[in-house]
């Protein structure tokens, strides 16, 4: 059996589709007979809680903020040079979505870099706007908690890097 992750309450963590929560308790349920220890984690910007078995954490994706030196190396792949594929954007977009879920800050901060755009460049369609908006927000989010700053500075972190 895979060791367990052990999480307290009030630890922050990162679930691979919705980003950053805190984990709020960890109980002890019944269900179809089953006793079944979860982690109570608050995702408050998406205003849920999930409950995830401490038995299938690790199997989830479930997993510690990233370190400062991984946060790092995901907004040094920020500065650089977009890569951009010429296949058609229904599959660039299911590959940046596949992205985004995996949960790994350098894989996230790819899509953010990959379709940021400057001024003089054509304007982006809805949903390419859409998944960069999810990408750098998940981003965004995760620096925020690693650097024990708001959300809307750590947006700006972001924007600002991007810019230059």
């Known amino acids: 059996m895979a060791e367990e ?3 307290s309450p009030d630890d922050y963590v990162v679930y691979p589709t919705h980003g950053v ?3 709020v308790s960890i109980e002890t349920q019944e269900i179809a007979g089953h006793e079944l220890r979860l982690f109570v984690i608050s995702f408050d910007r998406d205003r849920m809680t999930l409950r995830v078995p401490v038995s299938k954490a690790s199997t989830s994706g479930l997993r510690r903020l990233s370190s400062r030196k991984v946060m790092d190396n995901a907004l040094t792949t920020l500065k650089g040079r977009a890569r951009t594929k010429r296949s058609m954007w229904s599959r660039r977009a299911q590959e940046y979505e596949a992205k985004i ?3 790994n800050p350098i894989s996230i901060a790819e899509v953010v ?3 940021h755009r400057n001024a003089g460049q054509p304007d982006q369609s809805f949903s ?3 998944i960069y908006e999810a990408a750098r927000d998940r981003l965004a989010c995760e620096l925020a908690a690693v650097e024990k700053i708001e959300m ?3 947006t700006e972190m972001l924007e600002g ?3 230059a």
């Open 101 to 103: 879920n995996s949960g």
């Open 5 to 7: 992750l052990i999480f």
């Open 21 to 23: 929560g805190k984990v």
């Open 161 to 163: 890097l991007l810019a």
């Open 128 to 130: 390419e706007r859409q």
């Open 113 to 115: 870099r990959d379709l």
């Open 152 to 154: 809307e500075a750590a």
